[in-house]
Protein backbone atom coordinates (compact mmCIF):
# COMPACT_ATOMS: atom_id res chain seq x y z
CA UNK A 1 0.00 0.00 0.00
CA UNK A 2 0.90 3.81 -0.22
CA UNK A 3 3.30 4.75 2.39
CA UNK A 4 4.76 8.40 3.07
CA UNK A 5 7.70 8.66 5.39
CA UNK A 6 8.98 11.61 7.00
CA UNK A 7 12.11 12.73 8.11
CA UNK A 8 13.37 13.84 10.51
CA UNK A 9 11.44 12.44 13.25
CA UNK A 10 12.28 14.81 15.95
CA UNK A 11 14.33 18.37 14.98
CA UNK A 12 15.57 20.96 18.06
CA UNK A 13 17.01 24.12 16.48
CA UNK A 14 18.30 27.41 18.17
CA UNK A 15 15.82 30.66 17.57
CA UNK A 16 16.64 31.80 14.41
CA UNK A 17 18.15 29.11 12.61
CA UNK A 18 16.72 26.97 9.89
CA UNK A 19 14.86 24.26 9.52
CA UNK A 20 13.60 21.66 7.20
CA UNK A 21 11.50 18.44 7.02
CA UNK A 22 11.39 15.87 4.42
CA UNK A 23 8.48 13.57 3.01
CA UNK A 24 9.13 11.03 0.93
CA UNK A 25 6.31 8.35 -1.18
CA UNK A 26 6.58 5.10 -1.97
CA UNK A 27 4.19 6.06 -4.75
CA UNK A 28 3.35 8.84 -7.07
CA UNK A 29 1.23 11.24 -5.65
CA UNK A 30 -1.27 13.56 -7.53
CA UNK A 31 -0.79 16.20 -4.69
CA UNK A 32 1.02 17.09 -1.36
CA UNK A 33 0.11 19.02 1.48
CA UNK A 34 1.19 19.95 4.68
CA UNK A 35 -0.01 20.71 7.83
CA UNK A 36 0.74 22.53 11.37
CA UNK A 37 -0.35 20.68 14.93
CA UNK A 38 0.76 23.21 17.64
CA UNK A 39 1.47 20.89 21.13
CA UNK A 40 -1.67 20.35 22.42
CA UNK A 41 -3.65 21.01 19.38
CA UNK A 42 -5.35 19.77 15.44
CA UNK A 43 -3.71 19.70 12.51
CA UNK A 44 -4.45 22.71 10.67
CA UNK A 45 -4.03 22.97 6.83
CA UNK A 46 -1.17 24.81 5.73
CA UNK A 47 -0.37 24.62 1.98
CA UNK A 48 -1.56 22.12 -1.16
CA UNK A 49 1.20 21.38 -3.94
CA UNK A 50 0.13 19.84 -6.96
CA UNK A 51 2.37 20.40 -10.44
CA UNK A 52 5.67 18.86 -10.37
CA UNK A 53 8.22 20.74 -9.35
CA UNK A 54 6.29 23.21 -7.49
CA UNK A 55 7.74 25.73 -5.10
CA UNK A 56 5.25 27.93 -3.16
CA UNK A 57 6.27 30.41 -0.04
CA UNK A 58 4.53 31.49 3.06
CA UNK A 59 6.50 34.19 4.57
CA UNK A 60 9.67 32.25 6.00
CA UNK A 61 7.98 29.19 4.90
CA UNK A 62 9.12 27.37 1.57
CA UNK A 63 7.71 24.20 0.34
CA UNK A 64 8.71 22.09 -2.27
CA UNK A 65 7.14 18.90 -4.83
CA UNK A 66 9.51 16.98 -6.34
CA UNK A 67 9.79 16.96 -10.33
CA UNK A 68 8.55 13.27 -10.14
CA UNK A 69 5.68 13.77 -6.89
CA UNK A 70 7.09 11.73 -4.51
CA UNK A 71 8.63 13.56 -2.45
CA UNK A 72 8.41 16.81 -0.91
CA UNK A 73 10.22 19.17 1.61
CA UNK A 74 9.28 22.12 4.09
CA UNK A 75 11.92 24.84 4.62
CA UNK A 76 11.52 27.20 7.84
CA UNK A 77 14.27 30.12 7.02
CA UNK A 78 15.18 31.51 11.08
CA UNK A 79 12.82 29.79 13.20
CA UNK A 80 10.96 31.68 15.74
CA UNK A 81 9.45 29.99 18.86
CA UNK A 82 6.28 30.23 16.94
CA UNK A 83 7.27 28.07 14.83
CA UNK A 84 6.85 24.73 17.25
CA UNK A 85 4.84 22.16 16.44
CA UNK A 86 4.61 19.16 14.47
CA UNK A 87 4.52 19.46 11.03
CA UNK A 88 2.99 16.71 8.71
CA UNK A 89 3.08 15.86 4.73
CA UNK A 90 0.19 14.15 3.51
CA UNK A 91 -0.08 12.94 -0.07
CA UNK A 92 -3.13 11.87 -2.18
CA UNK A 93 -2.44 8.77 -4.29
CA UNK A 94 -4.41 6.31 -6.40
CA UNK A 95 -8.05 6.21 -5.45
CA UNK A 96 -8.05 9.92 -4.10
CA UNK A 97 -6.27 7.87 -0.82
CA UNK A 98 -4.83 10.34 1.77
CA UNK A 99 -1.38 9.39 3.27
CA UNK A 100 -0.15 11.12 6.29
CA UNK A 101 3.82 10.87 6.86
CA UNK A 102 4.79 10.27 10.64
CA UNK A 103 5.82 14.11 11.23
CA UNK A 104 8.66 16.01 12.44
CA UNK A 105 8.35 17.42 15.94
CA UNK A 106 9.93 20.55 15.90
CA UNK A 107 11.57 22.35 18.96
CA UNK A 108 12.62 25.63 18.95
CA UNK A 109 15.18 26.54 21.91
CA UNK A 110 14.76 30.80 22.54
CA UNK B 1 -17.88 29.31 12.46
CA UNK B 2 -17.12 26.43 10.33
CA UNK B 3 -16.04 23.68 12.49
CA UNK B 4 -15.79 20.09 13.19
CA UNK B 5 -16.88 19.47 16.60
CA UNK B 6 -15.94 16.44 18.63
CA UNK B 7 -17.26 15.35 21.80
CA UNK B 8 -15.89 14.28 24.38
CA UNK B 9 -12.59 15.86 24.78
CA UNK B 10 -11.03 13.00 26.87
CA UNK B 11 -12.52 10.28 27.51
CA UNK B 12 -11.52 6.66 30.17
CA UNK B 13 -13.04 3.96 29.92
CA UNK B 14 -12.70 0.07 30.58
CA UNK B 15 -11.87 -2.55 28.70
CA UNK B 16 -15.36 -4.28 26.90
CA UNK B 17 -17.58 -1.21 27.78
CA UNK B 18 -18.99 0.32 24.35
CA UNK B 19 -18.18 3.93 24.07
CA UNK B 20 -19.18 6.17 20.99
CA UNK B 21 -17.17 9.50 19.71
CA UNK B 22 -19.60 12.04 18.02
CA UNK B 23 -18.18 14.05 15.14
CA UNK B 24 -20.45 17.10 13.71
CA UNK B 25 -19.32 19.49 10.68
CA UNK B 26 -21.10 22.54 9.94
CA UNK B 27 -19.38 23.07 6.24
CA UNK B 28 -21.68 20.80 4.19
CA UNK B 29 -18.90 19.06 3.44
CA UNK B 30 -19.15 15.45 2.05
CA UNK B 31 -16.36 13.88 3.08
CA UNK B 32 -15.42 12.95 6.32
CA UNK B 33 -12.82 10.74 8.05
CA UNK B 34 -11.54 9.23 11.87
CA UNK B 35 -7.82 9.26 12.56
CA UNK B 36 -5.75 8.12 15.55
CA UNK B 37 -2.35 9.70 16.07
CA UNK B 38 -0.22 7.44 18.01
CA UNK B 39 3.62 8.27 18.95
CA UNK B 40 5.90 7.75 15.81
CA UNK B 41 3.08 6.87 13.49
CA UNK B 42 1.61 9.76 12.96
CA UNK B 43 -1.69 10.06 11.69
CA UNK B 44 -3.53 6.74 10.33
CA UNK B 45 -6.99 6.71 8.75
CA UNK B 46 -9.34 4.66 10.69
CA UNK B 47 -13.01 5.13 8.41
CA UNK B 48 -13.54 7.28 5.69
CA UNK B 49 -16.87 8.25 3.91
CA UNK B 50 -17.62 10.07 1.21
CA UNK B 51 -21.27 11.05 1.32
CA UNK B 52 -24.47 9.91 3.19
CA UNK B 53 -24.34 6.21 3.63
CA UNK B 54 -21.11 5.87 1.85
CA UNK B 55 -18.61 4.26 4.20
CA UNK B 56 -15.37 2.83 3.23
CA UNK B 57 -12.11 0.97 5.96
CA UNK B 58 -9.05 3.30 6.01
CA UNK B 59 -5.40 1.54 7.12
CA UNK B 60 -7.00 0.72 10.37
CA UNK B 61 -10.31 -0.07 10.79
CA UNK B 62 -10.34 -3.44 12.97
CA UNK B 63 -12.41 -2.51 15.99
CA UNK B 64 -13.93 0.22 15.07
CA UNK B 65 -17.31 1.32 13.39
CA UNK B 66 -18.67 4.16 11.62
CA UNK B 67 -22.16 5.09 10.47
CA UNK B 68 -23.37 8.40 8.09
CA UNK B 69 -27.06 8.61 8.23
CA UNK B 70 -26.63 12.46 8.05
CA UNK B 71 -24.35 14.34 6.31
CA UNK B 72 -23.25 16.71 8.93
CA UNK B 73 -22.47 13.75 11.67
CA UNK B 74 -19.81 10.85 11.78
CA UNK B 75 -19.62 9.12 14.95
CA UNK B 76 -16.93 6.59 16.02
CA UNK B 77 -18.24 3.50 17.72
CA UNK B 78 -15.98 1.31 19.74
CA UNK B 79 -17.83 -1.82 20.25
CA UNK B 80 -15.57 -3.73 22.75
CA UNK B 81 -12.76 -1.49 23.99
CA UNK B 82 -9.21 -2.57 24.01
CA UNK B 83 -6.35 -1.38 25.61
CA UNK B 84 -4.27 -1.06 22.32
CA UNK B 85 -7.03 1.21 20.95
CA UNK B 86 -5.88 3.91 23.91
CA UNK B 87 -4.99 7.34 21.34
CA UNK B 88 -5.61 10.44 20.66
CA UNK B 89 -8.35 10.55 17.79
CA UNK B 90 -9.54 13.65 15.51
CA UNK B 91 -12.49 13.49 13.49
CA UNK B 92 -12.00 15.50 9.59
CA UNK B 93 -14.18 16.67 6.85
CA UNK B 94 -13.04 18.32 3.89
CA UNK B 95 -14.15 19.99 0.50
CA UNK B 96 -11.50 19.26 -1.82
CA UNK B 97 -8.13 17.68 -0.30
CA UNK B 98 -8.14 20.67 2.31
CA UNK B 99 -9.20 18.63 5.26
CA UNK B 100 -10.60 20.54 8.42
CA UNK B 101 -10.03 18.68 12.11
CA UNK B 102 -11.99 18.52 15.23
CA UNK B 103 -10.19 19.48 18.79
CA UNK B 104 -9.22 15.79 18.87
CA UNK B 105 -10.62 12.78 21.53
CA UNK B 106 -7.81 11.68 24.00
CA UNK B 107 -9.41 7.98 24.90
CA UNK B 108 -7.95 5.98 28.04
CA UNK B 109 -9.12 2.33 27.91
CA UNK B 110 -7.76 0.65 30.90
Known amino acids: GQQVMQIPQYQHVQEGEDFTTYCNSS?????IQWYKQRPGGHPVFLIQ?????EVKKQKRLTFQFGEAKKNSSLHITATQTTDVGTYFCAGTGGYQKVTFGTGTKLQVIP | EAQVTQNPRYLITVTGKKLTVTCSQNMNHEYMSWYRQDPGLGLRQIYYSMNVEVTDKGDVPEGYKVSRKEKRNFPLILESPSPNQTSLYFC?????????FGSGTQLSVL
Open chain 1, 27 to 31: TTLSN
Open chain 1, 49 to 53: LVKSG
Open chain 2, 92 to 100: ASSFGEKLF
